[in-house]
């Protein structure tokens, strides 16, 4: 059972940054590609970002490439979301979310989730 808690969140003004950070326990970190999701305000959770086990591959949603960055320290257990230029649509919960399918952007196939942190972006 792992269990993942997200920090980081708050409110920016658009234009701004905020780093997201994730901590991994009760697991194998490492055994785990690890994605983050987002769920704004009257929509479906969505995919934002995954990095693959070992760090070696990233994969973004459009809206987000060349603004978001996802890094992971295995040995600190932790997986991180560098969000740069921030737009008031980026506005949502943000979720943390493991997986033991090598790469992938399904939901149903992330098996642990954060409980989630507010990220909200003012214009």
């Known amino acids: 059972q792992v269990q993942l808690v997200e920090s980081g969140g708050g409110l920016v003004q658009a234009g701004g940054s905020l780093r997201l950070s994730c901590a991994a326990s009760g697991g194998t970190f490492s055994a785990y590609s690890m994605g983050w999701f987002r769920r704004a305000p009257g929509t479906e959770r969505e995919f934002v970002a995954l990095i693959t086990r070992s760090g070696g591959s990233t994969t973004y949603t459009d809206s987000v490439k060349g603004r978001f960055t996802i890094s992971r320290d295995n040995a600190k257990n932790t997986v991180s979301l560098q969000m740069n230029s921030l737009k008031p649509e980026d506005t949502a919960v943000y979720y943390c979310?493991?997986?033991?399918?090598?790469?992938?952007?399904?939901?149903?196939?992330?098996?642990?989730w954060g409980q989630g942190t507010q990220v909200t972006v003012s214009s």
């Open positions: 979310a493991a997986t033991l399918s090598y790469s992938t952007t399904v939901e149903s196939q992330f098996a642990y």
